[in-house]
């Protein structure tokens, strides 16, 4: 008999992870030079890294007391991030991007015999989280592509253990009014573990944004991650985090891996933690693109789903032929059959000069 059957019939039904093309692969595929390439299709900040991070990444190399080759000391991030949230180092586990934080919280709470709930639509993490700790999948009806509180709560199960939220939402850009998701939250069953996924919360305009952390204190089963993928710009370098319970966190502290981030990935994210120039610039190019982008489509009389992210979602006849149609001409947008969603495109908020590149090349292959 096959080696491959004797895996779990849970891994072997686990559909893999469709990442964005890398730019090398669609120069080799396509023959077109790198540097005509315009990738969109992976939320990065298209400002690239934190000049302090970049900094403080060349100097991790040597280090202080030693540089690569020591092993890693999670103490000053954990010490920066349980800060800059008010909350005790106890609280704080850091994770090889968030992702690591997720399947942390997946390996805690779930097993095969439970359940998971989350939205239609929602992050592509979260089934493949579940279903790595053997749990089953609850994907619940979602309201104009976004979470819908009713039909998630609707949906939990005896045996369910964890629900999942992304506000705003990937790949849909939707975002429910944080007074909306306190609510929601208050009404999940206190044994059910909540992870609240914020990994786009830092292009939330000012007046939506809420201190969700200060909520554990009146939900001991709420995870809340955030990432340094997105608008700090780090997505190479894998740091997220989760803030918790300290006895949630120390639960997801027995199966991390004690080394799961490295010694520039902890360095590099303690700079950009600070680097506030940087994060308004990002925030203001992510702000001004999206006018651009949303203002080409509306042109192009295409229609889109409002995002509060730094990306947007677009619906055309023929997403498959689109898309083909942007990879000749050098844009790599992101496909989203995998979510349910076969006649969307997702765009990254890029450079203006970017963004204009994909608006031309979009106008050429309608
Ligand atoms: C990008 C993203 C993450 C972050 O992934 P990392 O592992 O931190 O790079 C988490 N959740 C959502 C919804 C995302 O889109």
Request: net charge neutral.
């Amino acid at each position: 008999m096959s080696i491959v059957l004797q895996a779990p019939p849970y891994v072997r039904a686990i559909s893999p992870y469709i990442p964005g093309k890398p730019i090398t692969e669609l120069a080799r595929q396509m023959g077109i030079p790198v540097d005509k390439i315009v990738k969109l299709a992976s939320n990065e900040n298209p400002l690239g890294m934190s000049p302090k991070a970049r900094k403080a990444v060349e100097v991790a190399l040597i280090g202080v007391n030693g540089g690569i080759e020591r092993y890693p000391d999670q103490f000053d991030l954990i010490a920066a991030i349980a800060e800059r949230h008010g909350v005790s180092q106890e609280q704080v586990v850091l994770g090889n991007g968030s992702n690591d934080v997720l399947d942390l919280a997946a390996r805690v709470f779930l097993a095969p015999g439970r359940s998971a709930v989350f939205s239609k639509h929602a992050f592509a993490v979260y089934p493949l989280a579940t279903m790595s700790a053997g749990a089953e999948c609850i994907a619940a009806p979602a309201k104009n592509y976004g979470h819908d509180p009713a039909a998630m709560l609707a949906a939990i199960r005896p045996d369910t253990h964890v629900v999942w939220i992304a506000n705003p939402n990937n790949p849909t850009g939707n975002f429910l009014p944080q007074a909306e998701v306190r609510a929601f939250i208050g009404k999940i069953p206190a044994h059910v573990a909540v992870v609240l996924d914020e990994a786009y919360t830092d292009y939330l305009a000012p007046a939506d944004r809420a201190d969700t952390v200060a909520w554990i204190k009146d939900f001991p089963n709420l995870i809340v991650t955030r990432t340094f993928s997105k608008i700090y710009g780090l997505a190479g370098l894998r740091v997220g985090y989760g803030v918790g319970r300290a006895e949630v966190i120390d639960l997801l502290n027995r199966v991390r891996q004690p080394f799961n981030l490295n010694n520039l990935a902890l360095a590099g994210a303690l700079a950009a933690l600070d680097d506030h120039e940087f994060l308004a610039r990002s925030y203001e190019s992510n702000r001004s693109g999206m006018e651009q982008i949303v203002a080409g489509l509306k042109r192009l009389g295409l229609e889109h789903i409002p995002s509060h992210g730094n990306f947007v979602t677009f619906e055309v006849a023929d997403a498959g032929a689109v898309n083909g149609k942007l990879l000749k001409q050098g844009v790599i947008v992101r496909p989203i059959g995998g979510y349910g969603m076969p006649n969307h495109l997702r765009v990254t908020i890029g450079l203006e000069a970017e963004n204009r590149h994909f608006l031309e090349a979009l106008a050429k292959s309608l």
